[in-house]
C-alpha cells in the first residue's frame, strides 16, 4: 500500500524539499504551510511526480487546527506512516529587547506544534504497529548562537521531546529523530540577515561570510537536498533500529 507523509511548513523551503523527495519516491503527501499560493506549491508538486495530495492552511499556533489537519490527512489516506514535524519561525535580538510576542509564538510553532501533531497522530501509529516521525530540529538543538533566545530554546526542547517519544515510540514500531541542519539557504535565513547586519553592524555580505559561515567548517550552505534525503533515510522502513538521534546535517559545525 502506498506511503503517506505529513510535513509540517511544506510549501517553502526545507519542508517543500522534503516533499519533493518523497514525492519521487510515490508517497501520498499531505502538504502544509501559510504561504499564500500554498495549494498552488502542492498541487504543482503533485502533477509533476504524480502522486496523491492533500493540502492544510492549518497554523501551528492553533492546537485545534492541527488536530483537524492530522485527523482529515488519515481521513484522506488512511494512514500516515510519516509526520515531519517543520514548520518553524525565527527572530534574532538581545534578550533584553526580546519581543514577548516572538518568545510565545517561536516556541509555540517550532516545539509546542511538534507536540500537538504527535499526539494527534500517535494512536493510528500505535495501531498501525509502525510510524517514522521526524522532526526537523536545528544545529542550534545543539549549539547556541547569541540573540537567538528562543530558537536555541525551542530547537533544544525538541531534540529533549525526540529522545522522549522515541522511548515511547518503540514498543510499537514507532521511531523519532530529529535532524541538525546547518545553515540552508531558504527564507527563513534570507530574513535574518538585515536584523543580524544591524545588530553586529555589517553589511548583509558579511552577515552571510563571517555569522553565518563561520560556524561551518565547510564554507558552503547545507542543500535542502541533503536535509531532504537524510528524512527519507530516517523515513526508510530498514531505519526501524535508529530512533531518539539528534543528526548533525551540518556542514561540521558540531565538530567544533
Ligand atoms: P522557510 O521559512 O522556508 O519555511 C518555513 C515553513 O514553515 C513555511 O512553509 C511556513 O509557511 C511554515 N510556517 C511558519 N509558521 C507557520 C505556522 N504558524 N503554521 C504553519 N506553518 C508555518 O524556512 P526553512 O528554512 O525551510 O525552515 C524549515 C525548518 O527548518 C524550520 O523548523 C527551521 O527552524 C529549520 N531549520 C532551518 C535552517 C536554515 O538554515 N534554513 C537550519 C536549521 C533548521
Not at 34 to 43: D, M, Q, S, T
Not at 89 to 98: G, H, K, L
Not at 105 to 130: P, Q, R
Request: charged share 15%; hydrophobic share 50%.
Amino acid at each position: 500500500m502506498t506511503k503517506t507523509i505529513l510535513i509540517t511548513g511544506s510549501t517553502s523551503g526545507i519542508g517543500l524539499g522534503i516533499a519533493r523527495a518523497f514525492a519521487a519516491l510515490g508517497y501520498n503527501i499531505a502538504f502544509n504551510g501559510l504561504e499564500a499560493n500554498g495549494a498552488e506549491i502542492a498541487k504543482a508538486v503533485a502533477d509533476e511526480f504524480k502522486i496523491k495530495y492533500s493540502f492544510s492552511p492549518a497554523n501551528m499556533l492553533q492546537p485545534e487546527a492541527i488536530r483537524t489537519m492530522v485527523a482529515d490527512a488519515i481521513t484522506a489516506f488512511g494512514k500516515v506512516d510519516v509526520l515531519v514535524n517543520n514548520a518553524g519561525i525565527q527572530y534574532v535580538a538581545p534578550v533584553d529587547e526580546f519581543p514577548e510576542d516572538k518568545w510565545d509564538d517561536i516556541i509555540a510553532v517550532n516545539l509546542t506544534a511538534a507536540f500537538h501533531a504527535t499526539k494527534a497522530v500517535w494512536g493510528s501509529m500505535k495501531a498501525n504497529k509502525y510510524g517514522r516521525i521526524i522532526n526537523i530540529a536545528s544545529a542550534h538543538g545543539l549549539r547556541a548562537s547569541a540573540f537567538k533566545s528562543a530558537y536555541v530554546a525551542a530547537k533544544h526542547g525538541i531534540v529533549g521531546f525526540t529522545k522522549t517519544m522515541a522511548l515511547e515510540g518503540a514498543p510499537f514500531g514507532i521511531t523519532c529523530n530529529a535532524i541538525c541542519p546547518g545553515y540552508v539557504d531558504t527564507p527563513i535565513v534570507r530574513k535574518q540577515i538585515p536584523q543580524q547586519a544591524e545588530i553586529h553592524n555589517m553589511t548583509e555580505q558579511e552577515v552571510i561570510e563571517n555569522i553565518f559561515l563561520e560556524r561551518h567548517a565547510v564554507k558552503e550552505f547545507v542543500p535542502i537536498e541533503l536535509v531532504a534525503q537524510t528524512t527519507v533515510f530516517l523515513a526508510a522502513e530498514q531505519a526501524g533500529t535508529i530512533t531518539g538521534v539528534a543528526l548533525p546535517v551540518d556542514a561540521g559545525w558540531n565538530a567544533h
